[in-house]
């Protein structure tokens, strides 16, 4: 009598064979729960305010709930990392400021949605024009104009 032992069930709680499926790290972290850039609000601090109060003025503008980080950085600057990108742009729409010990503080997002394309290594013999009729074409905003 011979045995298979690629037929038997050794485990007789579970009739499926258990398999362990590994997770890259850019998998893993694709879906976590990290802040991206575009749910942040920079700003200017005050010297000798804590950062509490920074806080509270923005929880005037959103719940508590939806502020998920914040932190001093450098150059004498806060950080606030929101739940999404969505309170972010309904805080900048509400108000462009807030008021902590008596002082306005204006505030913009850590990234600007506006984007630069910097044209580098263009032949001498291609006139400006050209190049500018061709960036109009393509339906691109010129500013500033192009410089010589």
């Avoid at 069930?9 to 890259?24: A, D, M």
């Avoid at 893993?28 to 109060?53: M, R, W």
């Avoid at 739940?83 to 010990?101: G, H, L, R």
């Avoid at 913009?108 to 910097?118: D, E, G, S, T």
């Amino acid at each position: 009598m011979s045995i298979d032992m690629d037929t038997i069930n050794f485990n007789s709680t579970s009739s499926q064979p258990k398999t362990n499926v590994l997770k890259s790290f850019a998998k893993t972290t694709a879906n976590s729960l990290f802040p991206k850039k575009d749910q942040a609000i920079v700003f200017n601090t005050i010297e000798d305010v804590p950062q509490i109060e920074y806080i509270k003025a923005f929880s005037q503008l959103t719940t508590p709930k939806n502020i998920k980080f914040a932190s001093r950085i450098s150059n004498n600057r806060f950080c606030i990392y929101f739940a999404s990108k969505d309170i972010v742009e309904q805080i900048i729409t509400k108000q462009p400021y807030i008021v902590v010990s008596n002082t306005k503080i204006s505030y913009c997002r850590l990234i600007n949605p506006a984007k630069r394309i910097i044209i580098s290594n263009v032949q001498p013999i291609i006139p400006h024009d050209t190049i500018t009729k061709q960036l109009l074409i393509s339906r691109l905003e010129l500013f500033p104009r192009l410089l010589s």
